[in-house]
């Protein structure tokens, strides 16, 4: 008989090792064996994670019985505080209950109910991992019946069984739980995860790293990383792979190809795997994206470039107006020697010298104060010759010696309305982006036609009609496809020192102005920029003045420059005005206000106290048809909205000559009143 329960336990062991990934299943296949091979009816009671027992597992021989046995002897829900419980958790051996003859158990044991009585019983205690897990519970049904020693034995290996079953039950358990959570970590987490074999290929990904690499990660197990990866990266892998099958784990950052062509910089972490012989047999590879953190640092960078920019501006048009006011009175008195000398004469020479030399400097200043001013919106009617024969300058200084400069135009070719200022620094952006591809030297062309581009010519959202045509080629070294096709983007350049700006901003403002702007690039075969600008017509409005104002006589002039105050006294009074000069605001303001009627304010822009429009405005209170000739050393583009010319206003840019200031005063007053008879 031995040698059958020894098969009979071993056959049991077997079973419960292949149900081991079940508790439950568990349960039920100790619950059978244990009725089969011993008798009438066997349960398994265990507690669950909350320390209540839970449903009981109960097989009978008899199939009618099982039922009602199973409502009878389930204690699902109680605590284990009673006395059996109690017993069986503290001694940890079986507990055998008789019937006195001829009667059943007591009912503080068995509550008795619809089923058969219970004459016999063996309670055998679970213990799982050194922790009482529940028990093992046999009944038979027949009077007078009870459990012999080698039962209680075989009942007791029984439960011994179902204790190492449960165990490796509740440890898979643990294991599934664990690796769940694993699992979670993995797909949550926002670095990339690569599992790699020996030579590099996927053999797991999670689904950051399919995004990372733009393919879903189904698509990523079976691929090689090095098809991500450029010759350099490549080699970079395997030098890696080398030092983690020596046992050594790696950190470093590469680059990342897209499956849509892009690139993404990363930090790669590569830890050696072994097997369970401690073989290596391959990588762990955690991926950090790194292309954001890299581009804000970038971005950044440049944008404290665009802050000193800025910066510089600001002191460009400090610097510039202030040197307008020097020039003003050196152009002022030059002409006024010229005007009092013989033509001819060495001292009118000199003099005029010294005006084309104003002349010149007027320019340079007027290109720093467009280059450093905001946006002032206050487009103007620009000729192309004048333009490209104004910039010419500005692009040999640019170029440099060792890139030839070829400019072609005709004089029919048409004007076009925009900021002067913003125009030509657009036209320097492109001139100095092609210097930078032309190191060794090259050839930098511009030409402008006269176009009339017919709707869908262009690309959507360009442009139709009269436009200008602007080509400007270089013979540098060009760009790929991919390059030429983010080269207008902001920021975006092929130069670690560059701020990506140039092209960027000169497509703002051609944009801005309703052009439209294409490139067209080959690797060593140059670029070439076109630019489409709207033709405008070629008088602007509000300039000429056809009506005549009344004759005045009284000019009353403000400038807190007393040099340049003085110097405009000098300049008119011999036409026969009636002079008045203030150099505060306020101080012409309480004139005005006490009664002072000037039928002229000639005022600077820029003040202190007050601002030349503020004054305009406060005198018009007392006089509304009072003209107004404003004075200033910035452009008209670089003052912006707080200049606003009406029609009974004007503005002459400083250094002005005296001939230029009486015009201005016979443009927008009429003549001078006739000379005082004697």
Known sequence: MAYPLRYA???????????????????????????????????????????????????HTDDEHAEALTRVLDRAGELPDDDFSTALAASRRPVVLAAEPGAPL????????????????????????????????LIRTSPGAAYATAEVELARDIAGELSLALSSARALERLRASEERFRRVLETIPEGVLQLDTEGVATYANEPIGVVLGLPRSQLVGVSLRGFLDAQGQRELARRLTECKAGRSTVGATRLLRADGSHRSVRVSMMPLTDEHGQYNGVLCMVTDTTDHIDARGLKRQLDHLRRLDSLGQLIGGISHDFNNLMTVVAGSADMIASTTADGSPH???????????????????????????????????????????????????????????????????????????????????????????????????????????????????PTGRLVHMVITDTGVGMSDETRQRALEPFFTTRPTAAGLGLATAAGIVQSFGGHITLESEPRMGTTVHLYLPAAEERSPGVDREATPSVIGRVLIVEDQPEVAQLVQRMIAPAGYEITVATDALMAVTQVAAGARPDLLITDVVMPTMTGPELASALRTHQPDLPVLFMSGYTAASLGPQLNLDDNSMLIEKPFTRSAMLGAIRRLCGPQPPLPTT
């Open 9 to 59: 336990l071993a056959d049991l062991a077997l079973a419960l090792s292949r149900a081991a990934e079940d508790a439950v299943e568990v349960g039920i296949t100790a619950a059978r064996a244990a009725a089969d091979m011993i008798g009438d009816g066997a349960g398994v009671q265990l507690l669950g994670d909350d320390g209540r027992y839970r449903t009981i597992t109960f097989h």
């Open 106 to 137: 007591t009912r503080m044991v068995i509550h008795s109910g619809q089923a058969p009585d219970v004459y016999a019983s063996v309670l055998c205690p679970i213990i799982v991992d050194n922790t009482y897990a529940g028990y093992l519970v």
């Open 348 to 462: 009118h020479q000199m003099a005029q010298d010294i005006l084309t030399a104003v002349t010149t400097g007027r320019t340079l200043t007027h290109q720093l104060l467009a280059f450093g001013r905001t946006d002032g919106n206050r487009p103007e009617i620009i000729p192309i010759p004048d333009l490209l024969t104004d910039v010419q300058s500005l692009f040999s200084r640019t170029l440099g010696e060792h890139i030839g400069l070829d400019l072609a135009f005709g004089p029919d070719v048409w004007p076009v309305r925009a900021e002067r200022g913003p125009l030509e620094q657009a036209l320097v952006n492109l001139a100095a982006n092609a210097r930078d591809a032309m190191l060794h030297g090259g050839m930098l062309r511009v030409a402008a036609t006269n176009e009339v581009v017919e709707p869908g010519q262009l690309a959507e959202g360009a």
